[in-house]
Nanobody, 119 residues
Framework: QVQLVESGGGLVQPGGSLRLSCAAS????????IGWFRQAPGKEREGVSC???????DYTDSVKGRFTISRDNAKNTVYLQTSNLKHGDTGVYYC?????????????WGRGTQVTVSP
């Protein structure tokens, strides 16, 4: 009943773009802080971006100016529009919902979508 499903990942060349989607079922995204996270092989998971229930957004420094997080309340979906992708952006991208703020306490997580940046 309650789940998040990521989609939109794939193989892209450096400088390319992808739009990642996080679709929620069983709850309203507008009632939560929604974060995008990623994990590259051999590295720890890191936060990428977050959008709060009132629409405020945050980004990690490495993606500022290249990624944009947004929410479509009618579709109950959060997006991460990426551009000028770099090799360092490669990883599994997850979205998660949190009651208070992104990364705090228990969250509801999706299974992830793979983004690979390679020639």
């Amino acid at each position: 009943q309650v789940q998040l499903v990521e989609s939109g990942g794939g193989l892209v060349q450096p400088g390319g773009s992808l739009r990642l989607s996080c679709a929620a079922s069983g709850f309203r995204l507008v009632d939560y802080a929604i974060g995008w996270f990623r994990q590259a092989p051999g590295k720890e998971r890191e936060g990428v971006s977050c959008i709060t229930e009132d629409g405020n957004t945050d980004y990690t420094d490495s993606v500022k100016g290249r990624f944009t997080i947004s929410r479509d309340n009618a579709k109950n979906t959060v997006y991460l529009q990426t551009s000028n992708l770099k090799h360092g952006d490669t990883g599994v991208y997850y979205c998660a919902a949190f009651v208070t703020k992104c990364g705090s306490g228990f969250g509801t997580w999706g299974r992830g979508t793979q983004v690979t940046v390679s020639p």
